[in-house]
């Protein structure tokens, strides 16, 4: 992919620059990341529900769709996929049977490695050429950006 300068933009994203820089660069870093996951046979998302049962294991459904971030549909099917590929077990809860309870297999705890591997990999493509300093301020303004946009999407429109 080559470097997008803002003489290169599209006229339009010239009303966004940083939306349209935050959107470049989403899809470049997600694309590289599911690259590495398929390497894994896992898809994006799978990850990140993986790496909250390997610090808590016995998590619900519910705890993983709000600590995960990821939408219902998404948890949901990718829960189903990791269960049909043996990396989980979902059972109903003992104290309600309508409270799925989601524990990794062997497999699935096998992976813990090779994740942490991966974001370690992912972590030093994206930091390689930036400083120190340049990573924590990128790091708070990433931060401040979403909280921001988090907060604005919560606020009813506008009329």
């Not at 990850?47 to 610090?55: A, H, R, S, V």
Request: proline letters at 5%; a negative charge; aromatic letters at 4%.
């Amino acid at each position: 992919m080559s470097d997008t300068t803002s003489s290169e933009l599209p006229n339009t994203a010239g009303e966004g620059p940083l939306s349209y820089a935050i959107f470049q660069l989403a899809r470049t870093h997600r694309a590289h990341a599911a690259a590495m996951l398929r390497a894994m046979n896992l898809h994006p998302g799978q990850e990140l529900l993986l790496m909250q049962l390997f610090d808590h294991d016995g998590r619900t459904q519910a705890e993983l769709l709000e600590r995960s971030g990821l939408d219902h549909s998404t948890v949901s099917k990718s829960l189903r996929r990791m269960q049909e590929a043996g990396l989980l077990t979902r059972e109903p809860a003992s104290h309600d049977r309508r409270v799925m309870v989601v524990h990794l297999t062997d497999a699935g705890r096998a992976l813990q490695t090779p994740i942490a591997d991966m974001w370690r990999a992912l972590e030093q493509a994206s930091v390689c050429d930036l400083n120190p300093d340049q990573i924590q301020e990128f790091t708070t303004c990433a931060r401040i950006i979403e909280k921001s946009v988090r907060d604005h999407s919560r606020q009813p429109p506008a009329e």
